[in-house]
């Protein structure tokens, strides 16, 4: 069975600094989907980011990157000039290729904003 | 606009009620899913359907129930509710391609969440 960790449960940044949110994962497969979903306070979960896995390429965002290390099954989120309305909570996920399969979440990182 | 919806937001109800949450989704998407978010904020599927098919039933008490009336449409109505059900719903909603290659389509969506407090 595939499982998703996030090894960090709290982070903080400076506005306008930048942070590195880890997610690493495990799985036999070699076709599947890495995205990182936000939820704020209001709980919307609201997509950040997805990776396709067999692009060789790290997905990017406007402000949002990540670094996909596919033998390495990491999947970081880099976040550039952090906003305050970045503060959330956000969680990595993986989903196989398989249709309709169901996203499995790690148990999420709260980033804070300071100004 | 929204694309998928919910109803209701929130819902307060006392033990051994029976309640219903909607979801319904404009995004002309063939698979939608229930996810279940626990007071640790750990989310976990219950439910998914395709085409009006059940094809995920993950390890859930028999008193919850989903029911897809047409693909747009997916319901989970809860019976005897008890204090351990209090939590966020989310539905969402995505296509089933199957495929690699189909990142877009395979990305799921969610709904606002309905917060369940079972006094």
């Known amino acids: 069975a595939q499982t998703v960790t996030q090894s960090q449960p709290e982070m903080s940044v400076q506005e306008a600094e930048t942070v590195t949110l880890s997610c690493t994962y495990d799985t036999s497969e070699s076709d599947y989907y890495l995205f990182w979903y936000k939820q704020p306070p209001s709980r919307q979960m609201i997509l950040v980011i997805r990776?396709?896995?067999?692009?060789?390429q790290n997905a990017t965002e406007n402000r949002f990157s990540v670094n996909f290390q596919k033998a390495a099954k990491s999947f970081s989120l880099k976040i550039s000039d952090s906003q305050l309305g970045d503060a959330a909570m956000y969680f990595c996920a993986y989903r196989s290729v398989q249709a309709g399969t169901a996203l499995i979440f790690g148990k999420g990182t709260t980033l804070s904003v300071s100004s | 606009d929204t694309a998928v919806s919910q109803t209701p937001k929130y819902l307060v109800t006392q033990m051994g009620n029976d309640k219903s949450i909607k979801c319904e989704q404009n995004?002309?998407?063939?698979?939608m899913y229930w996810y279940k978010q626990d007071s640790k904020k750990f989310l976990k599927i219950m439910f998914s359907?395709?085409?009006?098919?059940?094809?995920i039933n993950e390890t859930v008490p028999n008193r919850f129930s989903p029911k897809s009336p047409d693909k747009a449409h997916l319901n989970l109505h809860i019976n005897s509710l008890e204090l351990g059900d209090s939590a966020v719903y989310f539905c969402?909603?995505?296509?089933?391609?199957?495929?690699?290659?189909?990142?877009?389509?395979?990305?799921?969506?969610f709904g606002p969440g309905t917060r369940l407090l079972v006094l």
């Open positions: 969402a909603s995505s296509q089933a391609t199957g495929r690699q290659g189909f990142g877009e389509q395979e990305t799921q969506y």
């Open positions: 990776q396709e896995a067999y692009k060789q």
């Open positions: 359907y395709n085409n009006k098919e059940l094809i």
């Open positions: 995004l002309g998407h063939d698979t």
